[in-house]
């Protein structure tokens, strides 16, 4: 990869840039707007959003301004959880297409599975959920289709009931926590692993094992978590309202980080993330 343009190609052929600019806690107003303008003035072309982030209508507003052709944009966003299910989630996508204020989405990400340890019927409820996401991708809606925090066990029950595999799995990933099982069944059935928190909320940043390998390339602890990202060929979404933090995460493609450092990363203990498990979620 050797700049934001650059793709990743989904198992139908169609192309996501290979850095998205994530959405969560950007606000609903013109510091939300203002942030996604500069994020596609700073060349994102790629913004990741969801219903439950309840921001879409200052997306839409800043994708209906920023200037950048629409088919030149690669917009996600993502079902939540309490619209699950055939009818709602068709009612769901098409109100974050009025959100948005668009007439088609890049990807639609089921946001989490219904999940083992709180719903009997989880696996039927997923399914469901599946095929109003395989409807709306045959009837033209969606370009590509996938899920978001879907572990193995989730997964797997998942594509043996589905016409149209998952394309893409958006997970919790940064140092210390790369969810190797899932990252590996993701890559064995040719799905995208998006990372959202790919800086851990912030948490990575003070990390000192991180910062003094960051200085070694002259780059910040942000700029190594979203480099080490696309060397480990996952995808990251970071999120920044901050004007020179939206630019400083977007200059990773003029340094390497060296085998020898990517193992050292590789292995580092779990430092901190969200601590939020899909078989264990109150929402
Ligand atoms: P802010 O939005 O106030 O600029 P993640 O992408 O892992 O969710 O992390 C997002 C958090 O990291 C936000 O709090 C964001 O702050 C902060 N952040 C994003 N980019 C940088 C950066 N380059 N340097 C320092 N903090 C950053």
């Given at each position: 990869?050797?700049?934001?343009?650059?793709?990743?190609?989904?198992?139908?052929?169609?192309?996501?840039?290979?850095?998205?600019?994530?959405?969560?806690?950007?606000?609903?107003?013109?510091?939300?707007?203002?942030?996604?303008?500069?994020?596609?003035?700073?060349?994102?072309?790629?913004?990741?959003?969801?219903?439950?982030?309840?921001n879409e209508r200052s997306i839409g507003k800043a994708i209906r301004n920023c200037g950048v052709d629409r088919k030149q944009l690669f917009i996600t966003?993502?079902?939540?959880?309490?619209?699950?299910?055939?009818?709602?989630?068709?009612?769901?996508?098409?109100?974050?297409?009025?959100?948005?204020?668009?007439?088609?989405?890049?990807?639609?990400?089921?946001?989490?599975?219904?999940?083992?340890?709180?719903?009997?019927?989880?696996?039927?409820?997923?399914?469901?959920?599946?095929?109003?996401?395989?409807?709306?991708?045959?009837?033209?809606?969606?370009?590509?289709?996938?899920?978001?925090?879907?572990?193995?066990?989730?997964?797997?029950?998942?594509?043996?009931?589905?016409?149209?595999?998952?394309?893409?799995?958006?997970?919790?990933?940064?140092?210390?926590?790369?969810?190797?099982?899932?990252?590996?069944?993701?890559?064995?059935?040719?799905?995208?692993?998006?990372?959202?928190?790919?800086?851990?909320?912030?948490?990575?940043?003070?990390?000192?094992?991180?910062?003094?390998?960051?200085?070694?390339?002259?780059?910040?602890?942000?700029?190594?978590?979203?480099?080490?990202?696309?060397?480990?060929?996952?995808?990251?979404?970071?999120?920044?309202?901050?004007s020179s933090r939206i630019k400083e995460n977007t200059e990773i493609f003029d340094f390497i980080i060296s085998g020898e450092d990517m193992s050292v990363?590789?292995?580092?203990?779990?430092?901190?993330?969200?601590?939020l498990h899909p078989d264990n979620l109150d929402f």
């Open positions: 990869m050797k700049s934001l343009t650059d793709s990743y190609t989904l198992n139908n052929g169609y192309k996501i840039p290979c850095i998205g600019f994530g959405t969560y806690q950007i606000p609903d107003d013109d510091i939300g707007i203002s942030s996604v303008h500069t994020a596609i003035i700073n060349g994102y072309r790629h913004i990741d959003a969801a219903a439950v982030y309840g966003s993502k079902v939540w959880n309490t619209e699950r299910g055939f009818d709602k989630t068709l009612a769901a996508f098409k109100q974050t297409l009025e959100d948005l204020q668009l007439d088609y989405l890049d990807l639609y990400l089921v946001h989490w599975p219904a999940a083992k340890g709180i719903l009997s019927e989880w696996q039927r409820i997923n399914l469901e959920t599946w095929r109003a996401m395989e409807h709306l991708y045959k009837e033209g809606f969606i370009r590509t289709i996938g899920v978001s925090n879907f572990l193995p066990h989730h997964l797997i029950p998942l594509m043996d009931q589905a016409n149209i595999q998952p394309m893409v799995n958006q997970i919790e990933y940064h140092p210390g926590q790369m969810q190797i099982e899932t990252v590996e069944l993701c890559k064995k059935h040719h799905m995208i692993v998006e990372a959202w928190s790919p800086l851990g909320t912030g948490k990575m940043l003070s990390n000192p094992q991180l910062k003094d390998i960051a200085e070694k390339y002259g780059k910040s602890v942000a700029q190594l978590c979203i480099r080490w990202c696309l060397q480990n060929d996952i995808l990251p979404l970071p999120k920044s309202v901050t990363i590789n292995s580092m203990p779990y430092i901190g993330g969200s601590g």
